[in-house]
């Protein structure tokens, strides 16, 4: 946790908070923090800043807040990603949100196991958990959306288009394609596929409706938690 | 499991290897395999190829294998990396694996809690489990070498100089420094903190002993097992 991340609902007065749950015990366990203490703090959806312990025991933080920084800039890039296994999707979206991706769909692809639909993961709050891991990692207080599409044929035909429109639409996938290209300036919508990679008709279709053009990374598969950062790290 | 990885043991005659446990299990559980398949294999430290799949029952697997193709190139590094949390290492062993790091050195920081280097998945064997995995995800068959340099300054000041000697020699660090270059030429020498960073000390000491300059990637603070495919994918 390298950003305290406070809500509304923790101010009990102006440039005031108190905390418990797992941000106090953090506190307490972690940093070891102590009243007096600075710390780096954000308000979810808001500014940065600093805040001071008053006080801090098994029950309650008490902190007094100054926010006056704005958090960093998001990635020009609308992420479409097919479903990853439960244990993946969580750490796929602490690494969405600390890398600063503003727009994440999750995408039904042939090679998604259905199992992979009913996860407790997929729950709102679930997957506001893990957003919030990651803006705390990464010192952001900006949450993804976070889109869900269970089926691909309507969302590629019908959304995607006006999501991907003026923007460079590409689509990682092994083969013999043009290597992902470095440091754009452009806007980017990038789908990245299932473990086992897309369909060629998901290719096809991804490219036809939408525009998306499929480049590669190189001989070696990179599973998809490694894969998201990779193009991203390319790309941006 | 991209590539089914034989070692010299598994042959019970030319060209001809017989499988159980672990391997035997995914061809069973996860790939479906039946008599008659072809799979895409490998042997370990040598070339990859294919191999039919002549009988297969809940005991053994046994296959006709020919090896024709050399495994893809691996990246021109050594990774200096400060031990990683337990659960972080074994992810970062498969990652460097499957990415093609061919040399990686886990070495003490201030910032490693002693109880680390307590764990079994330090050990020889268990290290290879997790780079033998992320081969196999690659589709390499060429094992990293990894050292472990338990004493932080003995390393830098008299072994690092040789390994960074003729090389590009960067530490990853945030701050005010140039970002990480990209899609550079030449071989690198390559030091990753720890979860909260290097000290000024240590910074100051790779530096000055081993010419390792300091580069950041951003505002935005990453866990090692982003950090790690972050940079090598802006590297190379």
Known sequence: MNLLLLEDADFVSAGRARLSGRRLK???????AQAGDSLRVGLLGGQMGQGRLLTLDGEHAELEVELNQTPPSKLPLTLVLALPRPKMLKRVLQTVATMGVPRLVLVN???VEK???QTPFLEPEAIREQLILGLEQARDTVLPEVVIEKRFK???EDRLPALAAGTLGLV???GEFPPCPRAVTEPVTLAIGPEGGWIPYEVELLKQAAGLQPVQLGERILRVETAVPVLLARLF
Do not use: A, K, Q
């Not at 953090?26 to 070891?32: A, D, M, Q």
């Open 115 to 117: 199992s992979f639909w």
């Open 154 to 156: 309507p969302f590629v």
């Open 109 to 111: 692809s042939y090679r």
């Open 26 to 32: 953090h506190l307490n366990e972690v940093h070891r």
């Open 172 to 174: 990682g996938h092994p």
